[in-house]
């Protein structure tokens, strides 16, 4: 069975820090890798990664895929108070015919 | 706006009630999906559509019952709810099964 770890669960932190997130797996014939940012409802899609060690960058986010130990790491650099929400991890695989999602790690930034 | 409309956003029932949740997306996607999310769950995976046929079903309880009339529009018709399927129910569509999926809003469903 197709399995997404996210951690760490929850976390705080202060307006500029810097944080990373982790996302591991285990999926029979890996396919991509996607992250995805919950705020109140719906996740919006923040990157799908394919290729091992190729660094994604959307602002003050990027994410690194590394197959080899079977994960996948989120940045985020200069957090804001509205970067606070669940960074949700989801990995395809041809086990399933759709995503395996992680239970997310909740990000609260403070002032 | 992510081209996945969700009708109602909110609903509120009784146990014996049967209602119906409406998805549809503007993307020309072929596949789309029913999840639910629960409180302090990850999301689950409910149902697959892929080019109006189902592909998959997780186990679902037959008191949901998933229809897709055409490539644009998800319908997920509930009946003799319990509480515990109090959830946001989302709705995704993506180009193919395994592409990257986009959301709905969802639909908070409250059952009493």
């Known amino acids: 069975e197709d399995k997404v770890v996210q951690s760490p669960l929850s976390l705080v932190v202060h307006e500029g820090d810097t944080v990373t997130l982790n996302c591991s797996y285990e999926v029979t014939n890996f396919r991509s890798l996607l992250w995805y940012k919950q705020e109140k409802k719906a996740p919006t899609f923040l990157f799908m990664l394919?290729?091992?060690?190729i660094e994604k960058k959307s602002g003050r986010l990027s994410s690194i895929l590394d197959k080899k130990e079977l994960s996948s790491i989120l940045n985020i650099t200069a957090t804001q108070t509205g970067d606070s929400a669940i960074y949700l991890c989801a990995v395809a695989g041809s086990g399933r015919r759709a995503l395996t999602f992680g239970s997310g790690t909740r990000l609260q930034v403070q002032p | 706006e992510t081209g996945v409309t969700q009708t109602p956003r909110h609903l509120v029932m009784g146990m014996t009630n049967k209602k119906s949740l409406k998805c549809e997306q503007h993307?020309?996607?072929?596949?789309m999906y029913w999840y639910k999310q629960s409180a302090k769950k990850p999301l689950e995976l409910m149902f697959v559509?892929?080019?109006?046929?189902?592909?998959e079903n997780n186990s679902v309880p037959s008191r949901f019952s998933p229809e897709c009339p055409n490539s644009s529009h998800l319908f997920l018709h509930l009946h003799t709810l319990q509480p515990e399927d109090s959830a946001l129910y989302l709705c995704?569509?993506?180009?193919?099964?395994?592409?990257?999926?986009?959301f709905g809003p969802g639909t908070r469903l409250t059952v009493l």
């Open positions: 995704a569509s993506s180009q193919d099964v395994l592409d990257t999926q986009y």
């Open positions: 993307l020309g996607h072929n596949a």
């Open positions: 394919t290729s091992s060690g």
């Open positions: 559509y892929n080019f109006k046929e189902q592909t």
